[in-house]
T-cell receptor, first 108, second 112 residues
């Protein structure tokens, strides 16, 4: 069965802390997405990965294909980073399978 | 910067009524998607659309659902006879080729 698991479900941290959110999946994939969902509900695509590492500003995403695992890191976290972060995986053709999300709260 | 737009932002309907949710994907994109998110649950794939036909659909996308790209710019999701359990946020997304998907802001559908 094609499954995506994220951890932790909830994460609260102080402003400035280094944040790591994890995503594991059950079988081989063609691509993995990291998405950000704000309280209003809108979804923003942060990264799409099929191997290696990508960086955009304070955000870094890595993927280990052999271990079927990806991480999203946020350096120097800020209250505006507070959101739900979602891992979504493409196992085959077009369908994305989504994780349940990690609710991140950064306290000033 | 180009973006995916969706209308309406909130739709309230009576059970059994037909609804059409509208999306305008980014203009040079080729692949189009609908997703839904029931309140408090994870996002679920409904359907993908390419070259004027459905390329993949989930088990949720039954005969009550249909999609159309009627005029080369709009991409619509029709629910023929809404049920209470269709209440959800519906997201449209589009992408060019091998790129990431761009999501619209969503339409919140409430079925009474």
């Amino acid at each position: 069965k094609n499954e995506v698991e994220q951890s932790p479900q909830n994460l609260t941290a102080q402003e400035g802390e280094f944040i790591t959110i994890n995503c594991s999946y059950s079988v081989g994939i063609s691509a993995l997405h990291w998405l950000q969902q704000h309280p209003g509900g809108g979804i923003v695509s942060l990264f799409m990965l099929s191997s290696g590492k990508k960086k955009h500003g304070r955000l870094i995403a890595t993927i280990n294909i052999q271990e079927k695992h990806s991480s999203l890191h946020i350096t120097a976290s800020h209250p505006r980073d507070s959101a739900v972060y979602i891992c979504a995986v493409k196992f085959g053709n077009e369908k994305l399978t989504f994780g349940t999300g990690t609710r991140l709260t950064i306290i000033p | 910067e180009p973006e995916v737009t969706q209308t309406p932002s909130h739709q309230v309907t009576q059970m059994g009524q037909e609804v059409i949710l509208r999306c305008v994907p980014i203009s040079n994109h080729l692949y189009f998607y609908w997703y839904r998110q029931i309140l408090g649950q994870k996002v679920e794939f409904l359907v993908s659309f390419y070259n004027n036909e459905i390329s993949e659909k989930s088990e949720i996308f039954d005969d009550q659902f249909s999609v159309e790209r009627p005029d080369g710019s709009n991409f619509t999701l029709k629910i023929r006879s809404t049920k209470l359990e269709d209440s959800a946020m519906y997201f449209c997304a589009s992408r060019k080729t091998r790129d990431e998907q761009f999501f619209g802001p969503g339409t919140r559908l409430t079925v009474l």
